[in-house]
């Protein structure tokens, strides 16, 4: 298991900063800002031995140019990316060992096309996943349909529920928000709300997730249940006959909500 520390970057991104065995090195996820990884690093003596990037959106890449103009370290990334800066291109299916664990590589195009995961599998598991899964949420279909983002939340659901969610945005209270709208007699929605509700009083992070809770409280994973499904067909005024009808119908209130 990694050691994972949150990088807070613009308004609510988060650059994840991870360590292996070698405490002194760190690979970090999505730096779309070089500046406070320089700082992370400095006042913590570290030196980064990679980057991992799960998407081409600059605020999840604009720090790369920066952080790779002085350093010799790997750029991981989708094959089929627009961005530039990606050094090992990955596709579906692939594995890489990184900082003594192994990460095993997703597709998931849907946020964007050229979208992938890093799963880190053993003993307590952790999925950094960029924009596509947040905690009670998922991200816009800029690029991909609603069915390529059923089948991303069908695999995040097939992950074991103990399966820790680092996403890289703190969207959290607002996703919740609409979550209930969705499901406003939903407790494990309300219990969340106020957990998260005093982690960021505290001005801390509500992440991780974990893929148990997502299956409890995220509309977006619930696209089978009787109750999710009738507030989407009361929203749209008309009948949804699949779970891809269904999450397509709560993306588009989402995002209007």
Known sequence: MYSVTPIPAFRDNYIWALQGPNPDTVVVVDPGDAEPVE???????????????????ADHTGGVPELTYSRDIPVYGPANSPFNGITHHLEDGDSISILGHVLEIKAVPAHTLDHISYLQAQDQPQLFCGDTLFLAGCGRL?????????????????????????????????NLAFAQAV???????????????????????????????????????????????????????????????????????????
């Open 39 to 57: 700082r992370y690093l400095k006042e913590n003596g570290l030196t980064l031995n990679a980057i991992l990037i799960t998407h081409h959106h």
């Open 142 to 174: 800029f690029e991909g349909t609603a069915t390529q983002m059923h089948e991303a939340m069908e695999y995040f659901a097939s992950l074991p529920d103990a399966t820790l969610v680092y996403c890289t945005h703190e969207y959290s209270l607002s």
């Open 183 to 257: 499901e406003p007699n939903n407790k494990e929605i309300a219990a969340t709300i106020d957990k998260c509700r005093a982690l960021r009083a505290q001005d801390t992070p509500t992440l991780p997730s974990a893929i148990a809770s997502e299956k409890m409280i995220n509309p977006f994973m619930r696209t089978s249940v009787q109750s999710v499904i009738e507030s989407a067909e009361r929203h749209t005024g008309s009948s949804l006959s699949t779970s891809v009808e269904v999450l397509s119908a709560l993306r588009e209130w989402k995002n209007q909500f």
